[in-house]
C-alpha cells in the first residue's frame, strides 16, 4: 500500500459456508483498504464471491485486501 511494507489484513471465514465474518486491516490507510469487506460483510458475502469482485484492481489499495482474499478462496 503506497510503498509501505508494515501492516496486515486478516479476512474471517466461516470455514463451513465460507461466509464472511470479519476483516481487520492495520497499516497506512487501513480505512480505505477496509472498506470494500465492510460492504461485503453487509451484503452476506461469501469468500469465494469476493475474490470474485472487481475491487481488486491495480494499482488500487484495495490490493492488500484481494491478496488476503485470494489466498483464503485457493484453501
Known amino acids: 500500500a ?4 508494515d501492516g496486515f489484513a486478516k479476512v474471517l471465514v ?5 461466509l464472511l465474518l470479519g476483516c ?3 497499516g497506512p490507510e487501513a ?5 470494500p469487506a465492510a ?3 453487509a451484503c452476506g458475502t461469501t ?3 469476493l475474490s470474485r469482485e472487481a475491487f481488486w484492481l491495480h494499482p488500487s489499495l484495495a490490493e492488500v485486501l484481494g ?9
Open 2 to 5: 503506497i510503498d509501505e511494507r
Open 14 to 18: 466461516d470455514p463451513e459456508t465460507g
Open 24 to 26: 481487520h486491516v492495520i
Open 31 to 35: 480505512a480505505l483498504v477496509l472498506q
Open 39 to 41: 460492504v461485503a460483510l
Open 47 to 49: 469468500i469465494d464471491q
Open 67 to 75: 491478496r488476503a482474499v485470494a489466498a483464503l478462496a485457493e484453501v
